[in-house]
């Protein structure tokens, strides 16, 4: 996985937990909680992309967004804003 917030590009892997999502890189991990996505969608247009890739933006509750790109196929990025817009019991609590 790659993806990209504030201008710095990272690759890692991606976990998708209970109430958040984890990226993991060699420089730690990024932890975002499921509650504080306000929207997703795929993105593929030239600016968008990471090295050529499309990516799945999420707009984060702190109005930044963070892109994110799979190295395997786009099916990732569907799956995973599939599980983003489902109800979360975290989320809902909230």
Known sequence: MLWSLRAELHTGRLEFLNDHVDLTARD??????IASVLGCSIERGASTRIRGLPVLAL???DGTVLRI???????VLNDLAGALAAPHPAALAS
């Open 69 to 75: 790109a799979s190295l395997e196929n786009v099916t």
């Open 59 to 61: 707009n984060l509750a």
């Open 28 to 33: 730690g991990v990024l932890s975002i909680p």
